[in-house]
């Protein structure tokens, strides 16, 4: 059974910082891609960044230049560095990875539980 954990949400003032961890977790033989998502109330859930296993990078255009992903392959866990946070970035962030559990088996998309992320003052 694979789970996928995520950790590092909270309660932050605009311009402030926080860093998400993701970390996978059970029978996993492989990881392609990981990324974070975020879905904030009435609105649909939404690409973030993303990340591949070779460490290419894309973002959403909202975020370029404020957030980093970042990944530790040996650890099977994905982070996002989030600085100079906007009210409008406050969401329930979800993390996602694209695994195999077996050599035969094809990449699947996982998610975690989500993390809420509120930047009020």
């Known amino acids: 059974q694979v789970q996928l954990v995520e950790s590092g949400g909270g309660l932050v003032q605009p311009g402030g910082s926080l860093r998400l961890s993701c970390a996978a977790s059970g029978s996993i033989f492989s990881i392609n891609a990981m990324g974070w998502y975020r879905q904030a109330p009435g609105k649909q859930r939404e690409l973030v960044a993303a990340i591949s296993s070779g460490g290419s990078t894309n973002y959403a255009d909202s975020v370029k230049g404020r957030f980093t992903i970042s990944r530790d392959n040996a650890k099977n866990t994905v982070y996002l560095q989030m600085n100079s946070l906007k009210p409008e970035d406050t969401a329930v962030y979800y993390c996602?990875?694209?695994?195999?559990?077996?050599?035969?088996?094809?990449?699947?998309?996982?998610w975690g539980q989500g993390t809420q992320v509120t930047v009020s003052s």
């Open positions: 996602n990875a694209g695994l195999r559990v077996g050599v035969s088996d094809l990449y699947r998309a996982y």
